[in-house]
């Protein structure tokens, strides 16, 4: 068992402004969306016409992404505090955000643009989708070094348990439950051990669903494809990483065992599904 290295979240202050790692995080998402979108554009390779047309979209998908992450949170995970102290669903800095809830604000800022643009919705989803990993990925970098977000239980044997300090209180409170070899753990390092989930969503969100649409899009694929192999392998990729992480604390485990994460990533994986059977057949040939 190792210990989180307890980075620093700031990256550095002035006065009372003060740079984190997680809003870079964001940014860098930002910058890498635009630089190989309007690379792709500049290669005659893409679905969009123009680099205004980019930076266009680009200012509706960060409205999307953060007003959607956010209130996805909200209403997601922590409805019933949100909706006693609503002044606080303003309050951002202090963390909570959706990747679902962001996913459906840029589905809607995805469709607005669409229709002012002239474009057909599915021609945007399959130019943005393979980007998404890059910012998915950068965003699971600065959970893990804000040590947020935190993985269950695993045995202090193995060689992936970490103990995040930021757990402390909510290590306090099962350790009663455990077994010897965690109590032993809990007095030598101070905290349980526990997957670093947030580093396997790096890995499979980021790097390697990053790396599945970048190869199956190096082929003519026909019009929506795109946009569900990423739903799908999102939606999958979540699931599965759901077993490690530790479910929100107001909410737990769900019906059959499953988190909220989990629950909305069925319809996701189900929407991808449907999507890639209507592509198939509506547009046999990639436009």
């Known amino acids: 068992m190792i210990v989180h290295p307890q980075f620093d979240p700031v990256i550095f202050s002035v006065g009372p402004l003060a740079v984190r790692w997680y809003a870079l995080a964001y940014i860098l998402g930002f910058i890498a969306f635009l630089y190989l979108g309007k690379r792709q554009i500049n290669k005659g390779d893409a679905y969009l016409r123009s680099t205004d047309d980019l930076d266009s979209l680009f200012f509706y998908g960060v ?13 997601f995970y922590n409805a019933s505090y949100y909706l006693a102290n609503p002044a606080d669903i303003f309050k951002v800095w202090e963390g909570g955000m959706s990747f679902h809830g962001g996913l459906i604000g840029v589905i809607i800022a995805m469709a607005i643009f669409a229709y002012q643009k002239h474009y057909k919705f599915l021609e945007v989803s399959d130019f943005v989708a393979p980007f998404v990993p890059i910012g998915l990925g950068l965003g699971r970098l600065g959970n893990f ?40 753990a809990f007095t030598q390092y101070g905290c349980l051990p526990r997957h670093p989930s947030q580093l396997y969503e790096f890995a499979l969100e980021g790097v390697v669903l990053f790396l599945v649409l970048y190869f199956f899009t190096r082929q003519k694929r026909p019009l929506g494809q795109i946009s569900a192999v990423f739903l799908m392998g999102y939606g999958i990729f979540r699931f599965i990483i759901e077993f490690s992480r530790e479910p929100d604390a107001q909410l737990g485990l769900l019906s059959l065992g499953l988190s909220m994460g989990q629950w909305l990533c069925i319809p996701m994986v189900l929407a991808g599904v449907l999507l890639y059977i209507y592509a198939t057949k509506k547009y046999p040939v990639q436009a």
């Open 145 to 184: 070094i804000n040590g947020e977000l935190w993985g269950r239980i695993t045995d202090p044997n193995n060689f992936w348990a970490m103990g995040f300090p930021q757990a402390h209180n909510a290590d306090v409170k099962i350790l009663p439950t455990l077994s010897e070899i965690y109590q032993q």
């Open 63 to 75: 409205l999307g992404v953060i007003l959607g992450g956010r209130l996805g949170y909200v209403f």
